[in-house]
């Protein structure tokens, strides 16, 4: 008789958590470090913001790169390793928006935009396996978006790329199944003190009545993380229900 496979126990847990200086990605590790992880703080440019949520998580170590080089990804990895030993999670959170008229977005916009939503997510995800492989296994949860399931007329580029997201989880998923898990969080609206009139709508659309809240996202990844190796190649919204309006 087949037996359930337990939850996973975060506690020691190494867990890279990319673009965690701010917004989102500081929530997940913050929360990530009160469960029991070690986590390793990524950041790109803010370098104050990043050493803020690693004193936070408890002295975590603080890792730069440009996730828009290959070069930087597999360094970083390397980095994490040497520091820690192993790479037991991995959260792909760091992403890039911006909007424009579908008529003038040029080369260099969809190259800004897929270079490290959906470029740098997939050479990540790949870096974190390789090590994960060679250690038993683990978990990797990617940071999606509402954009990958409605359309929204002046983020054509950004909608494409966290679509191409939620397909590589699956892909990927079907490829490392058993031993890595791979699964996708994809946030609504969660206001932040910059949220526009666009976003103010969308909030007064959501069927909950409100925006979500950066703790709420967060949750949704540590239940992946968490969770058995038959949860895989999902795809999870976190959004009051906007989705389904």
């Not at 050493?51 to 290959?70: D, F, I, K, M």
């Not at 950066?214 to 239940?223: G, K, Q």
Request: proline share 4%.
């Amino acid at each position: 008789m087949l037996t359930a496979e337990p939850e996973q126990d975060l506690r020691d847990k190494v867990v890279l958590v990319t673009g965690a200086a701010k917004r989102i990605g500081r929530a997940i590790a913050l929360r990530l470090a009160r469960e029991g992880a070690r986590v390793v703080i990524h950041y790109h440019r803010s370098e104050a913001e990043a050493r803020q949520t690693a004193a936070e998580c408890g002295g975590a170590p603080v890792l730069q790169a440009n996730l828009e080089s290959v070069a930087e990804i597999d360094r970083l990895f390397a980095e994490a390793v040497r520091q820690c030993g192993r790479i037991d999670g991995l959260v792909n959170n760091a992403a890039r928006f911006t909007r424009f008229d579908p008529l003038e977005i040029t080369e260099a916009d969809w190259d800004f935009i897929h270079s490290v939503n959906l470029k740098a997510v997939f050479f990540c995800c790949q870096a974190a396996a390789r090590r994960m492989l060679a250690t038993g296994g683990g978990r990797i949860v990617n940071v999606s978006s509402l954009g990958a399931m409605r359309p929204w007329a002046e983020h054509a580029h950004y909608c494409a790329s966290k679509a191409g997201v939620a397909m590589l989880t699956r892909a990927l998923a079907k490829a490392w199944a058993p031993r890595i898990a791979v699964n996708s969080v994809a946030p609504g609206v969660i206001p932040f003190d910059d949220i526009d009139e666009r976003g103010r709508r969308m909030i007064a659309a959501t069927p909950a009545g409100r925006g979500g809240t950066p703790d709420e996202v967060a949750a949704a990844v540590a239940y992946f993380l968490k969770s058995s190796s038959f949860v895989t190649g999902q795809l999870l919204a976190v959004d009051g229900g906007l989705s389904q309006r």
